[in-house]
T-cell receptor, first 111, second 113 residues
């Protein structure tokens, strides 16, 4: 299995809602990433987990809360988001700092 | 810090035309270089990679050669198809930057039948 899967594919939420994005990989990769991508821009790194521990937080607002329950799963908990947080959220994984493999993304709209 | 510069788009081509997208980089040490492709409404797919000087990455008819002397990693395809319409990102990963991917701005390519 060489896939990174993400759910849901689309998500619409209000500014007072709490929701979660999920990511899963079964390639045995030890690093997992969350990115945010605005239209026509490259992805921006948000968080990196290495061996299930948070290793990089790119100064992301606390309304985004990552979680890595095990080596195959990565969650991103969302709370009190703003309309400007609407974007494509991409998950990726990699093994030993080699190339990263991306999931299809979750298209988030905050109303 | 590490950075990638890509030729600006958009690029519009006819089917069977030759495609080149220029990419140059600045990095400390010896980065790994990648081309990612993003089709409309999808995530990024790794198109090809090169990890040391003079390596040539190739996939689906696309090629790119890691040129240390010119710090370049230009993407080429000899005969494009409508299905190659996408956004192409050049990227690098280096130990000096904790192996985080540094992306270029992306180049939108449209191929017309």
């Amino acid at each position: 299995d060489t896939e990174v899967t993400q759910t849901p594919k689309h998500l619409v939420m209000g500014m007072t809602n709490k929701k979660s994005l999920k990511c899963e990989q079964h390639m045995g990769h030890r690093a997992m990433y969350w990115y945010k991508q605005k239209a026509k821009k490259p992805p921006e790194l948000m968080f990196v987990y290495s061996y299930e521990k948070l290793s990089i937080n790119e100064s992301v607002p606390s309304r985004f809360s990552p979680e890595c329950p095990n080596s195959s799963l990565l969650n991103l908990h969302l709370h009190a988001l703003q309309p400007e947080d609407s974007a494509l959220y991409l998950c990726a994984s990699s093994q030993s700092y080699n190339e990263q493999f991306f999931g299809p993304g979750t298209r988030l709209t905050v109303l | 810090g590490d950075s990638v510069t890509q030729m600006e788009g958009p690029v519009t081509l006819s089917e069977e035309a030759f495609l080149t997208i220029n990419c140059t980089y600045t990095a400390t040490g010896y980065p790994s270089l990648f081309w990612y492709v993003q089709y409309p409404g999808e995530g990024l797919q790794l198109l090809l990679k090169a990890t040391k000087a003079d390596d040539k990455g190739s996939n689906k008819g696309f090629e790119a050669t890691y040129r240390k002397e010119t710090t370049s990693f230009h993407l080429e395809k000899g005969s494009v198809q409508v299905s190659d319409s996408a956004v192409y990102f050049c990227a690098l990963s280096a130990r000096s930057n904790d192996y985080k991917l540094s992306f270029g701005a992306g180049t939108t390519v449209t191929v017309r039948a």
